[in-house]
């Protein structure tokens, strides 16, 4: 089946530190990837989205690239912000029909934390 | 354009006893998923709706159900609740093209405490 798998956490950095967070993937096909954040007490955000080999999707100064080759769509930022600070999850979404409707598969999750 | 709205936020219940959530969809989404989230096994899936029809069901035992009313609006169960029930309880709608690389777009959750 599709799985997930981010870095340990939890992260933390300087404010204006360059931010990777490694997330690596196991699916059937061309599965659609995406990165979610979860700031304390709420639900999850999109923070971005790619649909196909060697695209990009960036929001907010956060990219990542899917990478078929190596199974990856490592999440990255020049330069974090203390507002940055939540738990940041990698997720997919199979293309395999039947079982693959409205559900991702998410990793661990990673919380990061930003100090000024 | 409204977000996906979920109904209570939080709620208290003791074992053994019924709960009943409820998601509001984004205006024009015909697709509604739920996901479980505890600190143990992070976000797990629960089941997908499309046009009141459940197309996909997680691992989860038969306490659990849910369905979706004509108008997208979707509901959960959770019968003879246990401890292990606590959780937040997130619901997800999207306009569903499979394959496109649809994006599913989250509420805040309903937080569930079993005591």
């Known amino acids: 089946g599709n799985s997930v798998t981010q870095m340990e956490g939890p992260v933390t950095l300087s404010e204006e530190a360059f931010l990777t967070i490694n997330c690596t993937y196991t699916?059937?096909?061309?599965?659609?990837l995406f990165w979610y954040v979860q700031y304390p007490g709420e639900g999850l955000q999109l923070l971005l989205k790619?649909?196909?080999?060697?695209d990009k999707g960036s929001n907010k100064g956060f990219e990542a690239t899917y990478r078929k080759e190596t199974t990856s769509f490592h999440l990255e930022k020049g330069s974090v912000q203390v507002s940055d600070s939540a738990v940041y999850f990698c997720a997919l979404e199979g293309r395999a029909g039947g079982t693959s409707y409205g559900k991702l598969t998410f990793g661990q999750g990673t919380i990061l934390t930003v100090h000024p | 354009k409204a977000g996906v709205t979920q109904t209570p936020r939080y709620l208290i219940k003791t074992r053994g006893q019924q709960v009943t959530l409820s998601c509001s969809p984004i205006s024009g989404h015909r697709s509604v998923s739920w996901y479980q989230q505890t600190p143990g096994q992070g976000l797990q899936f629960l089941f997908e709706y499309f046009s009141e029809t459940q197309r996909n069901k997680g691992n989860f035992p038969g306490r659990f159900s849910g369905r979706q009313f004509s108008n997208s609006r979707s509901e959960m169960n959770v019968s003879t609740l246990e401890l292990g029930d606590s959780a937040l309880y997130l619901c997800?709608?999207?306009?569903?093209?499979?394959?496109?690389?649809?994006?599913?777009?989250f509420g805040e959750g309903s937080w569930l405490t079993v005591v």
């Open positions: 699916a059937t096909g061309y599965p659609s």
């Open positions: 790619a649909t196909k080999a060697d």
């Open positions: 997800a709608s999207s306009y569903d093209v499979v394959g496109s690389g649809n994006t599913i777009y």
